[in-house]
């Protein structure tokens, strides 16, 4: 998945990982196999030269194993969208606390909805628990951030957007990448061109996955041999559980919590990085003060958001499954929290 618009607009800091991930989408994307972009002498924006760039992309589309009909059909209303690189060129970067992030993201109003939603969909949530092994509450808080639980999908044609963002040229590759997977998704007729919309970035439906998320993790959660994540709410659970736990998703632990930290605390034990984790017996050896119990031997990091003067967590494997999503701390915190307050009395 995936900075949501959400994350994005509030606050968080613009994290772009290594996979060239942008807002609105997951951070962890599967390479599909693209060959290199052409050389195109265009002059960058250049809205004259978008037609001959559109061509080398349906070349590029047809020498992939895109039959001729989806291209036809996928470039038949093609249009060039400069509205998409504004908003890629004027990416918000402000920085915020965690704490004015939360009140923001997790309104009262937005918890009581995500409850509703819990207990409303019960039934398909169950089935996409129990056939992923991730819980439902963690389902419905992803669902919650990432769409608004289906309200906000966006509205741009996906073909259009990242054909134009792949024409701007700052990360072609990236999004030449996305088009040909939403050509794959097309093909395989999960969906028609004119319902293929999606945000300015490229995330669609109702889970924000990007094109290359959707073929590597969508699902088919009531099989009608389609996975439509924008109206099928089958398909939107499964696919986002399905994200998690091929991410790595532990059932047995929990994402975390909010800790207290002894004024000896060694800053250099902070971090997610492999070594750094310890178990839950080494940490209260060290002066870590939990809020709850937890097994004694699992693996756990710390981690201070906004450094000294902010709030301590204590994290577990979840809590970095969850930033394969999106790597943000902030969003992954949000996550948490919300599964929480989700199944508390």
């Known amino acids: ?37 052409p050389v195109i002498d265009v002059v960058p924006n250049d809205e004259s030269q978008f037609p001959a760039y559109i061509e080398k992309l349906k070349a590029k589309a047809l020498a992939q194993g895109i039959d001729q009909q989806t291209i036809d059909q996928a470039f038949a209303n ?3 969208l400069n509205r998409v690189i504004q908003s890629d060129q004027n990416q918000l970067e402000k920085k915020i606390m965690l704490d004015d992030y939360l009140r923001r993201v997790l309104p009262h109003k937005k918890v009581q909805r995500a409850r509703q939603m819990y207990h409303a969909n019960q039934d398909k949530l169950s089935r996409a628990s129990e056939r992923s092994g991730v819980p439902a509450n963690y389902i419905v808080a992803l669902w919650g951030m990432e769409s608004n639980f289906g309200k906000m999908q966006g509205k741009e ?11 701007e040229g700052r990360r072609e590759a990236f999004f030449t990448k996305q088009l040909m997977a939403a050509l794959q998704i097309l093909q395989q007729k999960h969906i028609t061109a004119d319902q293929l919309k999606g945000s300015w970035a490229g995330a669609m439906g109702q889970c924000q996955f990007m094109p ?18 924008w109206n099928n709410l089958d398909d939107v659970f499964a696919s986002t559980a399905n994200y998690l736990a091929t991410e790595g ?24 990085e492999d070594e750094k984790s310890k178990t839950v017996g080494e940490w209260k050896t060290l002066g870590i003060k939990l809020s709850k119990k937890v097994p004694t031997g699992q693996r756990a990091w710390i981690i201070q958001p906004d450094d000294a003067e902010g709030r301590t967590f204590l994290v577990f494997n979840n809590f970095r499954t969850i930033m394969h999503w999106n790597r943000s701390t902030y969003f992954a915190i949000s996550i948490g929290t919300l599964a929480d307050k989700v199944i508390q009395n």
């Open 1 to 37: 998945m995936k900075l949501s618009i959400m994350a994005w607009l509030m606050g968080a800091a613009v994290l772009v990982g290594g996979s060239g991930n942008v807002i609105g989408a997951e951070t962890v994307l599967t390479e599909l196999p693209v060959a290199p972009v």
């Open 212 to 229: 290359t998320s959707f073929i590597t993790y969508g699902m088919d959660g009531d099989g009608d041999g389609r996975i439509d994540i």
């Open 78 to 80: 093609v249009y060039f």
């Open 249 to 272: 998703w532990n059932n047995k632990e929990s994402w975390g919590q909010e800790v207290r930290i002894s004024k000896k605390f060694n800053r250099e034990w902070i971090g997610l």
């Open 157 to 167: 044609d996906i073909i259009s957007a990242m054909s134009t963002l792949a024409f």
